[in-house]
């Protein structure tokens, strides 16, 4: 693991978060910075731009994991929680909120090194599934706009499927656009017309 990662660790407590600085520092990370305030926590998360942020709580409200899950979506970074208790709702909560490491009553500074490589494992795994996701949804998007364009051109053209994908395709390739593209135009087109 690169070791100037920059950190942030978003703790009130001044005893839990100097726990975790000495594990990370004595891990070799030098780049860490303390948020002590919840108040205002996207914004000062989104200015510091951490590649990991560390979270340590007694017990995470519903306030602050409304806040984490604003600070997953939009700084899409790694995120570790550590808790001192914890419940099956306040897990699925955290985790639902994008929290990639639930560590309930945890906190030792001899692990922190292995949580933070975990952590970051889990949520460069999940980025993966999720560019997956969407890169096959967007083709299906895609093959149902062209699936509806190669069913105008066969009824206004007579003609038959394979006719109409191969048209779709020269316009295309003529035009140097997607398939997917000349399909939405021909679909556009024919809602002009009715």
Not at 65 to 92: C, G, H, N, W, Y
Not at 115 to 132: G, H, K, P, V, W
Request: charged content about 30%; glycine content about 2%; proline content about 2%.
């Amino acid at each position: 693991m690169d070791l100037n990662v920059k950190i942030v660790i978003v703790d009130e407590s001044p005893v839990r978060s100097a726990i975790l600085e000495e594990g990370l520092r004595e891990a070799g990370f030098m780049d860490v910075t303390r948020i002590a305030e919840m108040t205002n926590l996207l914004a000062r998360i989104y200015a510091i731009d951490p590649d990991v942020i560390l979270i340590d709580l007694e017990n995470p409200s519903r306030d602050v994991l409304e806040q984490m899950f604003q600070v997953s979506r939009i700084v899409k970074r790694p995120i570790a929680m550590f808790v001192d208790q914890s419940d099956t709702a306040s897990i699925q909560a955290s985790v639902d909120a994008g929290v990639a490491s639930y560590i309930v009553d945890g906190l030792k500074k001899e692990r922190i090194k292995h949580i933070l490589d975990t952590c970051i494992s889990r949520f460069n795994a999940f980025a993966r599934l999720q560019e997956e996701l969407d890169r096959t949804k967007s083709a299906l998007e895609e093959r149902k706009v062209i699936d509806r364009a190669k069913g105008i051109l066969m009824k206004a053209k007579s003609i038959n499927e394979e006719e109409a994908y191969a048209l779709l395709r020269k316009t295309a390739m003529n035009e140097n656009k997607k398939i997917a593209e000349i399909a939405q135009s021909v679909i556009t087109a024919s809602e002009m017309f009715k």
